[in-house]
C-alpha cells in the first residue's frame, strides 16, 4: 500500500522521496503534462532508486495497473502504516499527538488566510492610496498623564475673531498637491502611498534668522490640506476633506518645526462643518513637543489661549464653514511640535499593540488574533477571541458572547483609548478578569475602519461614505469591514447568545460619556436595556452620564451598528459616545478627559458586565425599581409640559418611550447618504428616465445605463424580510453579456431569543432610593452566528 516506505523498511541508507513532489509528479504524468525525465526532478539519485524498487512505476514513467498498488498482507498494511506514523518526513503537520496518545490525534488550528503579526518579520506598513504622498519618518509619541487635572478654558468674551483673508492677502507656506476629493473614488493602494521622490512641500528657510513654521502632515492620520501665513507669527490653516469626499473636516493632526519661544502665535482653521463644538465651551486642543518628550518625558497636554469657535465670514454660496482659533507660546526654540483635535491613536500603534500581546506566552493562550477581513486598501481588519480554555465541550457551549468594536469612525480616536483600557484589563491577571474569560466569550473588533485611520479621515472609510450606516449592507466589496463584521455576529448568534454589543465613538458636542440604545418593546424584558448604562454611571460617577444617554431608535439611525444588532435580537445593544472634551461630574467637574480616564472607562466596562451576570440579582432589581421611578418622573414632567393630567398610577408603562423621549443628538447621517463613490460615479452618468425628478429613486429597482456600453442594466432585489427597509446602497449591476438577472437576497435577521433572567420583585427596594453596591463574583449562566453568503458588487480592488 505504501511502496515509499516499503523500499525505506529495505534500504534505510537512502533518503525518501518528497511526499507532496511524487504525488504531484504522478499526478501530472498521468494527464501528460508532464514530459521530463524523473532523474531531471531534485533528489534525482534517490527517486531514481526508489524506481527500479517501486512497482509503481513502469519504465515510461506511467502509472501502473491497480493491482500493483494493492498490499501483499494487512499486516505489511499496519506495519507500513506505525511506521509513517513516526516518520519526521511523512507525518502531517496539520495532526497534533499527544505524548501519552498516539492514536487518537486532534487537528492543528488552521492557519490565517492572511499574514498575522509575528515577531520574525518586521510589521507591514500600511496601505495607503496610491494618490497618497507618504513621508518616510517613522511618527511616534509617548503615553503620558499630565500629575495636575488640566482645566476647560473660561471665556473671557474679549476673545478675538480674525477676519479671513486667505492666499489674496497671505502667503502659502504649505500645500498638498494633489488630493482625491468629490468626483474621484479610490482604485489601488500599495504600502507608503505613491511612488516616487516626496516632494518638499513646505518653505524654504532663506536662513537662521527666518522664523516661517515648517507645516508637515503626510504621516499616518494627519489631514492638513493648506497653510497660509497673514502675519509674522500668525497662520490660516485649511484641513482636507475625507478622502473622496467635500465634506467631514473636524480632526485634525499636523506638525510643526522652525518654532520660536515667548512668542505668541495664533492659529486659524478655516474650513470646520459643524455649527456646534465643544471647542464653545471651555475644550482646549492638544500639544505635543518632541523636546519635552525625549527631555523630560512629557507627552501630550492641552494648551491655548483667547479660543474662539465661530461661523466663517467669506460666502461662496456653499455650505457654510466655522472658524477655530487659538493663540499659543511654544516652550522652546527650534522645536518640533504637534497639534492634535484629540489624542491620536494610529494603525500602527494598534499593530503593535497587537503584538505585543501576541508575543506574550500567558495572554496568547487565552487570546487569539484573527484577520477578520482586508479593507478597501488591502489593511487588515483584526478580530480577538478572548475566553479561557474550557474543561469540557458542554462549557465551552455555554458561554455567553460579548461583542466590542471601535474606530468605524475614524478621527474618533476615544475609542480606540477606551478600547485599550478594556484590553489592558481583560488581558490582565486580576482575579476579575480571570472570571470575566472564564464565563463569556469576548470578540473584539478593535480597528473597524483601518484605511480612514490611515489616511486621516474624520468620519468615511475609502467609499466615501459613513461606515455607522452601512450595516445593512449587502455591498461586501465596497463595505467589507462591515459586511464581515455583521455576518460574524450572525455566526456567533448562532453559536450561543450575545449578551452585549458596544461600540465605541466619540462625541464633538456633548461632555461626559455616555450610551446610546435602543427601547425594548417586549414588556418581559422592559426597561432592562437601561440596567447596564445606570450600573455604569454608578461605578464611573464621574465620568459617565447617564441623564445623557438615549434609547430613542430614529429612521436615520435605522443602519447604525446598534440599531441592526439590537434588530438581530441583541437586546443589549449600544453605541458608547466619549466626549472629546472633558467631565461636568463629580471630581472630575470642569476638567478635560486625559487618556488614562478613558482607559478607566474600559476598566469600568469589564466591572459593570459582572455587576449586570451577577447570580446575585439584587443590584439589578434595584435598578430597575429605580428606572422605573425617573421614567414615572420623566412621563410626569412632560404631560405638565404639554398642559394635561396623566394618572401614573394606572397603566403608565404602556406609554410608548419613544414619543417621550427626544432624538439623540449625534451626526446627520444625511451627510453619508448614497452609493458608494465609485458607483455614484456611473450613475452620476446615467440617464435616468424618471417623470419627476424630485422623487428619490426606488431602491428596489434602479435603471442604469453604462456610459460605454449605452445599454440599459436593471438592478432588482429579492428580498426575503419585506418589512425591513432596503439599504439604498445595496445595488447590483447585471453585466451586459449575461443578459440575465442576478437576484440577490438580503440576509434575513432571527429575531428569537431565549430570556435571560427572571426577577425578584420582592427585592425592589423604595423607589428613588440609590442601592448600595456589595461586589459579588461568580461563575455565570451561559449561552447564544451564520452562514456568510457572497454577493456580487461592483468594485475596483487592485494590489500592486
Known amino acids: 500500500m505504501f511502496p515509499a516506505l516499503e523500499t525505506q523498511l529495505k534500504q534505510e541508507t537512502h533518503r525518501l522521496p518528497d511526499p507532496y513532489e511524487d504525488f504531484m509528479y504522478r499526478h501530472l504524468q498521468y494527464y501528460g503534462y508532464f514530459k521530463a525525465q524523473r532523474g531531471s526532478l531534485p533528489n534525482s539519485a534517490t527517486n531514481q532508486h526508489i524506481q527500479k524498487n517501486n512497482p509503481r512505476y513502469l ?93 476647560l478654558y473660561q471665556p473671557t468674551g474679549n476673545e478675538k475673531l480674525p477676519e479671513i483673508v486667505g492666499e489674496k492677502k497671505g502667503t502659502v507656506v504649505y500645500q498638498l498637491d494633489s488630493v482625491p476629493t468629490e468626483g474621484s473614488y479610490f482604485t489601488s493602494s500599495r504600502v507608503g502611498g505613491k511612488r516616487g521622490i516626496i516632494k518638499q512641500l513646505a518653505v524654504t528657510l532663506q536662513g537662521p534668522e527666518d522664523n516661517t513654521l515648517l507645516f508637515e502632515s503626510r504621516f499616518e492620520s494627519g489631514n492638513l490640506q493648506k497653510a497660509v501665513r497673514v502675519d509674522t507669527y500668525e497662520y490660516e490653516l485649511t484641513l482636507r476633506t475625507d478622502l473622496y469626499t467635500n465634506k467631514h473636516t473636524q480632526w485634525f493632526y499636523f506638525r510643526v518645526q522652525n518654532t520660536r519661544k515667548d512668542t505668541t502665535y495664533r492659529f486659524t482653521i478655516v474650513n470646520l462643518l459643524k455649527p456646534k463644538s465643544l471647542y464653545t465651551v471651555g475644550m482646549k486642543p492638544l500639544l505635543y513637543s518632541q523636546f519635552d518628550a525625549v527631555t523630560r518625558n512629557i507627552g501630550w497636554r492641552r494648551e491655548g489661549n483667547e479660543i474662539k469657535y465661530y461661523k466663517n465670514n467669506t460666502d461662496d454660496g456653499q455650505q457654510p464653514f466655522y472658524c477655530l482659533t487659538w493663540t499659543i507660546q511654544f516652550p522652546y526654540d527650534q522645536d518640533t511640535c504637534f497639534f492634535a483635535h484629540f489624542y491620536p491613536y494610529t494603525y500602527t500603534d ?88 472564564d464565563i463569556f466569550v469576548f470578540k473584539v473588533l478593535p480597528m473597524l475602519n483601518p484605511d480612514g485611520v490611515i489616511v486621516g479621515n474624520y468620519r468615511c472609510s475609502l467609499a466615501g461614505r459613513d461606515l455607522n450606516r452601512r450595516y445593512k449592507t449587502i455591498l461586501k466589496e465596497s463595505f467589507p469591514c462591515i459586511w464581515y463584521t455583521r455576518n460574524m455576529i450572525k455566526r456567533l448568534r448562532e453559536e450561543r447568545e450575545v449578551l452585549l454589543y458596544c461600540d465605541f465613538h466619540g462625541h464633538s458636542r456633548k461632555n461626559n460619556i455616555f450610551l446610546y440604545g435602543c427601547n425594548n418593546k417586549n414588556h418581559k424584558y422592559w426597561l432592562h436595556e437601561r440596567v447596564f448604562p445606570l450600573m455604569l454611571s454608578k461605578n464611573a460617577p464621574d465620568k459617565f452620564s447617564f441623564h445623557s444617554c438615549n434609547f430613542k431608535v430614529q429612521k436615520c439611525k435605522e443602519g447604525t451598528g446598534r440599531v441592526v444588532m439590537w434588530r438581530m435580537g441583541i437586546l443589549n445593544s449600544y453605541t458608547m459616545e466619549s466626549t472629546f472634551g472633558g467631565s461636568t461630574l463629580g471630581s472630575k467637574k470642569g476638567t478635560h478627559f486625559t487618556t488614562e480616564d478613558l482607559k478607566s472607562l474600559g476598566y469600568h466596562v469589564c466591572d459593570t458586565l459582572l455587576d449586570l451576570c451577577d447570580p446575585d440579582q439584587t443590584k439589578f432589581t434595584q435598578c430597575l425599581a429605580e428606572l422605573k421611578e425617573l421614567l414615572r418622573q420623566k412621563i410626569h414632567k412632560k404631560f405638565n409640559k404639554l398642559g394635561q393630567d396623566k394618572d401614573l398610577e394606572g397603566s403608565w408603562s404602556g406609554i410608548s418611550l419613544s414619543d417621550i423621549e427626544s432624538s439623540t443628538s449625534g451626526s446627520d447621517s444625511s451627510l453619508s447618504d448614497g452609493l458608494p463613490v465609485h458607483l455614484a460615479n456611473i450613475a452620476d452618468e446615467t440617464n435616468f428616465n424618471r417623470r419627476d425628478k424630485d422623487t428619490p429613486l426606488d431602491s428596489s429597482m434602479v435603471t442604469l445605463i453604462l456610459p460605454k456600453n449605452k445599454e440599459r442594466i436593471q438592478t432588482n432585489f429579492n428580498r426575503r424580510d419585506k418589512d425591513t427597509p432596503l439599504d439604498p446602497s445595496m445595488t447590483t449591476l447585471i453585466l451586459p453579456k449575461n443578459k440575465e438577472k442576478m437576484q440577490n437576497k438580503k440576509p434575513g435577521f432571527t429575531v428569537s431569543r431565549s430570556p435571560k433572567r427572571t426577577m425578584n420583585s420582592s427585592q425592589e427596594p423604595a423607589p428613588g432610593v440609590k442601592p448600595n453596591w456589595p461586589r459579588s463574583r461568580y461563575p455565570a449562566t451561559k449561552r447564544g452566528c451564520v452562514a456568510m453568503a457572497a454577493y456580487p458588487s461592483l468594485h475596483i480592488y487592485t494590489y500592486p
Open 59 to 151: 519504465l515510461n514513467g506511467s502509472l501502473g495497473e491497480k493491482d500493483d498498488l494493492i498490499p501483499d498482507t494487512l499486516q505489511k498494511e499496519k506495519l507500513l502504516y506505525s511506521h509513517m506514523l513516526s516518520s519526521p518526513r511523512l507525518r502531517s503537520r496539520q495532526l497534533l499527538y499527544d505524548e501519552l496518545d498516539e492514536v487518537n490525534p486532534r487537528l492543528r488550528e488552521p492557519r490565517e488566510l492572511f499574514s498575522i503579526l509575528s515577531t520574525k518579520r518586521p510589521l507591514q506598513g500600511p496601505r495607503w492610496p496610491t494618490e497618497c504622498e507618504v513621508i518616510k519618518e517613522n511618527i511616534h509619541h509617548i503615553e503620558w498623564a499630565p500629575p495636575q487635572p488640566e482645566y
Open 350 to 437: 494598534l499593530q503593535c499593540y497587537l503584538l505585543s500581546v501576541a508575543n506574550n506566552p500567558i495572554q496568547s493562550q487565552f487570546c487569539k488574533l484573527r484577520t477578520l477581513c482586508r479593507s478597501l486598501a488591502g489593511n487588515t481588519v483584526y478580530l480577538l477571541t478572548i475566553t479561557n480554555p474550557s474543561q469540557t465541550p458542554q462549557e465551552a457551549a455555554a458561554k455567553k458572547a460579548v461583542v466590542l468594536s471601535a474606530r468605524v469612525h475614524p478621527g474618533e480616536s476615544n475609542g480606540s483609548w477606551v478600547m485599550k483600557g478594556f484590553l489592558d484589563f481583560i488581558l490582565s491577571n486580576s482575579p476579575d478578569a480571570q472570571l470575566l474569560r
